[in-house]
């Protein structure tokens, strides 16, 4: 089993940035590859932003390339989500989650963290 805490969330004006963090217990933090997913009020989880085991490969949803950065420390057992220029339809529980592969698609990852409430003021 893999525990995933997510922390970093709150409340931004439009422009603002923050930087989430998800640290990990339990497993073997570096044998797998991470994933941010957020949801908003009414709308299906969607996918944010992966990262592979070692953090030579991400990839991210198209509505926040350019903007957002995810990156790993292994030796920390944390994965990061950098958000820069937030819009406020960045505005979502965004969560982490784990899994054995370096995916986009939310029922590839076996385990999830609880979730941090981002809101973008306009």
């Known amino acids: 089993q893999v525990q995933l805490v997510e922390s970093g969330g709150g409340l931004v004006q439009a422009g603002g940035s923050l930087r989430l963090s998800c640290v990990a217990s339990?497993?073997?933090?570096?044998?797998?590859?991470m994933g941010w997913f957020r949801q908003a009020p009414g709308k299906e989880r969607e996918f944010v932003a992966a990262i592979s085991w070692s953090g030579a490969r991400t990839y991210y949803a198209d509505s926040v390339k350019g903007r957002f950065t995810i990156s790993r420390d292994n030796a920390k057992n944390t994965v990061y989500l950098q958000m820069n220029s937030l819009k406020p339809e960045d505005t979502a529980v965004y969560y982490c989650?784990?899994?054995?592969?370096?995916?986009?698609?939310?029922?590839?990852?076996?385990?999830w963290g609880q979730g941090t409430q981002v809101t973008v003021s306009s």
């Open positions: 339990g497993r073997t933090f570096s044998n797998y590859a």
């Open positions: 989650a784990g899994g054995a592969s370096f995916s986009k698609r939310s029922d590839e990852y076996d385990y």
